[in-house]
């Protein structure tokens, strides 16, 4: 390995991406801006997957490989690669997504100008049906902004919120430093380790650039969807990301009006996708410990507090859904979860359509 240290560390997780993970590290080849490292971290995977990425570093120098004896998860892959990471800056993709060759180079001459700790970039959703066919696709651009303070960066965090731009650790980059200086780690915990992580880092930051270019392919796959694990614990987890974004800007003192409706608007879609899944027969509830649920619901403080303020932009289907949640309808309520619960069911690509407002 070279000894010069690389400018940007790239962080990629390895398990069961052997269908994917060469066209990544292609696509990392490929930056225009050659001062990196990568740092796979075999996550014990139990398929060519790591095979694959040894075959690449015995070609490429900057391409190391490191090792977990056991399955750790994603948290954990992570955590080990920005221990190992040498780079001024670090960078965490995904192995099944794909990136465009300048995006190195794009973050690197917006750091250039602004020296900032965290730079965010849009993302280009590709949507895949179960076939693996391709759908359409949807591209989240920010608006560019160099931001070189708290007090500039902090009204602009529910927002990147709202453009589903905060929660993803792979469209940002870190300086490793200030990332160090934070503690912050990954916490081993199902869909919201991202959120978590970033409301940590987030939390002292003084400086923010926001790139207005989608050089990051986000690969949604339907087939992923029809044969996801249920998750008991859905509405639980998503209520703590809710309560750590609410909790932050209270401590900002920026909880005021505006943000609440933006992040009562993103409550009430939390709320509504678990009313649908409350119907799936994995749930093992009836409809009388639907009617608990609804109703216990309604009783949250957080709920109180947010969803009275929630708005719904441009998404009709969202405004229609939010009449009953602010009214706190029980049976209007229980009612659109059967209803998407049944469109997810049978009309899952026109559904993923709707729910994003599109």
Same mark, same amino acid.
Request: charged letters at 25%; a neutral charge.
């Given at each position: 390995?070279?000894?010069?240290? %690389?400018?940007?560390?790239? #962080?990629?997780?390895?398990?069961?991406?052997?269908?994917?993970?060469?066209?990544?590290?292609?696509?990392?080849?490929?930056?225009?801006?050659?001062? =990196?490292?990568?740092?796979?971290? +075999?996550? !014990?995977?139990? +398929?060519?997957?790591?095979?694959?990425?040894?075959?690449?570093?015995?070609?490429?120098?900057?391409?190391?490989?490191?090792?977990?004896?056991?399955?750790?998860?994603?948290?954990?892959?992570?955590? $080990? &690669?920005?221990?190992?990471?040498?780079?001024?800056?670090?960078?965490? %993709?995904?192995?099944?997504?794909?990136?465009?060759? *300048?995006?190195?180079?794009?973050?690197?001459?917006?750091?250039?100008?602004?020296?900032?700790?965290?730079?965010?970039? &849009?993302?280009?959703?590709?949507? /895949?049906?179960?076939?693996?066919?391709?759908?359409?696709n949807?591209?989240? $651009?920010?608006?560019?902004?160099?931001?070189?303070?708290?007090?500039?960066?902090?009204?602009? #965090?529910?927002?990147?919120?709202r453009?589903?731009?905060?929660?993803?650790a =792979?469209?940002?980059?870190?300086?490793?430093?200030?990332?160090?200086? *934070?503690?912050?780690?990954?916490?081993?915990?199902?869909?919201?380790?991202?959120?978590?992580?970033?409301v940590?880092?987030?939390?002292?930051?003084?400086?923010?650039?926001?790139?207005?270019?989608?050089?990051y392919?986000?690969?949604?796959?339907?087939?992923?969807?029809?044969?996801?694990? /249920?998750?008991?614990?859905?509405?639980?987890?998503?209520?703590?990301?809710? &309560?750590?974004?609410?909790?932050?800007?209270?401590?900002?003192g920026?909880?005021?009006?505006?943000?609440? !409706?933006?992040?009562?608007?993103?409550?009430?879609?939390? #709320?509504?996708?678990?009313?649908?899944?409350?119907? +799936?027969?994995?749930?093992?509830?009836?409809?009388?410990?639907?009617?608990? =649920?609804?109703?216990?619901?309604?009783?949250?403080?957080?709920?109180?507090?947010?969803? %009275?303020?929630a708005?719904?932009q441009?998404?009709?289907?969202?405004?229609?859904?939010?009449?009953?949640?602010?009214?706190?309808?029980?049976?209007?309520?229980?009612?659109? &979860?059967?209803?998407?619960?049944?469109?997810?069911?049978?009309?899952?690509?026109?559904?993923?359509?709707?729910?994003?407002?599109?």
């Amino acid at each position: 390995m070279t000894q010069e240290q %690389p400018i940007f560390s790239i #962080v990629m997780p390895v398990y069961g991406v052997e269908d994917y993970i060469a066209q990544a590290i292609s696509c990392i080849q490929a930056q225009t801006c050659p001062a =990196w490292e990568l740092i796979c971290v +075999d996550d !014990a995977t139990p +398929d060519a997957s790591a095979r694959i990425a040894e075959q690449a570093a015995q070609s490429d120098e900057r391409i190391r490989v490191v090792h977990h004896d056991a399955n750790k998860g994603l948290s954990e892959a992570r955590n $080990t &690669g920005m221990a190992a990471a040498r780079g001024t800056y670090l960078w965490m %993709p995904d192995p099944d997504d794909t990136y465009e060759p *300048t995006l190195l180079q794009d973050c690197l001459d917006a750091l250039q100008e602004n020296p900032a700790h965290v730079t965010v970039f &849009g993302v280009d959703e590709c949507y /895949f049906d179960a076939q693996g066919a391709f759908l359409y696709n949807h591209a989240i $651009t920010p608006t560019r902004q160099l931001l070189s303070s708290a007090a500039e960066l902090r009204p602009h #965090v529910v927002e990147l919120e709202r453009q589903t731009l905060l929660g993803y650790a =792979w469209n940002k980059i870190y300086d490793l430093a200030y990332l160090r200086t *934070t503690g912050a780690r990954f916490e081993t915990v199902k869909l919201i380790e991202d959120i978590a992580f970033n409301v940590a880092v987030f939390q002292n930051l003084d400086s923010l650039n926001v790139l207005a270019s989608t050089p990051y392919h986000y690969a949604r796959r339907l087939r992923d969807n029809l044969t996801n694990k /249920f998750i008991p614990e859905y509405y639980e987890l998503h209520r703590r990301r809710i &309560g750590m974004l609410a909790d932050q800007q209270r401590s900002w003192g920026t909880l005021d009006g505006e943000t609440r !409706a933006t992040l009562g608007s993103l409550f009430a879609r939390y #709320v509504l996708s678990a009313l649908e899944r409350n119907c +799936d027969p994995q749930a093992h509830m009836s409809h009388a410990d639907r009617k608990v =649920w609804i109703r216990k619901t309604f009783s949250d403080e957080l709920y109180r507090d947010l969803i %009275p303020h929630a708005q719904a932009q441009n998404s009709r289907a969202l405004a229609l859904c939010l009449r009953p949640l602010k009214a706190r309808r029980t049976g209007t309520c229980l009612a659109l &979860g059967r209803l998407i619960h049944i469109a997810r069911g049978k009309l899952l690509p026109l559904f993923t359509r709707i729910k994003s407002g599109r």
